[in-house]
């Protein structure tokens, strides 16, 4: 995918999130909330809304005439440069995780954002408001007109909120008899051998997201907990791209 320059849409988190897990944003005049954000490519997502054995399509309303069907919801954590990216993929019902990534000082740091971006093409991207504000500049050209940028506080992206959002997940192909701390540990498993602090973080905001939204299934385990459900968890790298500028794609077609 090709990654175009224009004007981004800063908007905040809306009034729906959890209190403690998907904490908004001060709402900023004129700019849509999380929920406009989705509703501007998939169709409003109702607290009412049924979620028992939809497919992720048919809960986001992608059936809409002009709507398109695939959902890219991406969160980013940044600190100390240590860089963690988390993105879910609705088409799949799949959420890829960054292997984690230590970045240089300076412009370089915007590299690897750049390149998930360009592998991911997201419609929704969440970062929080201080990561926003050291990269505001770079994210207005980089990320295309059509992905709108959603503020989230920073306690969304804190450390304490991880254990909580992967007590309320299941993954397809677990056990139903397992236990939580089964579960947890399983889904540990799946990240990362060495998981840096912004990757838990920015994957604990995305289910955040995903909870707060309703853009995930349920399912009800042997327990009687009702749990979020996805198809699986992934890892990706960037050490297996080629990066290219337009000028030097000219000149291979040559």
Sequence with gaps: PKMSSGATMASTMGGRGRASGAECASPREGLPS????????????????????????????GQQEGKDEKLVVMT??????????????SEVAEISLLDSVQVPGGE??????????????????????????????????????????????????????VERNLNELWVSGMSQ???????KNYILSLLPTVAS??????FSALLSVLYAQKLLGTVEVLSGEK????????????????????PTLSALQI
């Design 177 to 183: 008899e397992a236990e939580k701390d089964e579960r």
């Design 108 to 161: 370089e740091d915007f590299q690897p954002i750049a390149l998930c971006l360009e592998l991911h093409n997201p419609n929704v991207l969440v970062i929080s408001e201080s990561v926003y504000r050291r990269i505001k500049e770079w994210l207005e050209e980089a990320v295309p007109e059509e992905c709108k940028i959603v503020l989230a506080k920073a306690l969304m992206f804190h450390r304490s909120q």
């Design 227 to 246: 749990l979020h459900m996805v198809q699986s968890i992934t890892q990706f790298n960037l050490k297996d791209l080629v990066y290219y500028d337009i």
């Design 34 to 61: 999380l929920s406009d954000a989705l509703a501007l490519t998939h169709g409003t997502v109702t607290d009412e809304a049924e979620t028992d054995g939809m497919s992720p399509r048919d809960r986001l309303g």
């Design 197 to 202: 602090d912004q990757l838990l973080c920015a």
């Design 76 to 89: 980013i954590a940044a600190q100390r440069h240590s860089l963690g990216v988390a993105a879910y993929v």
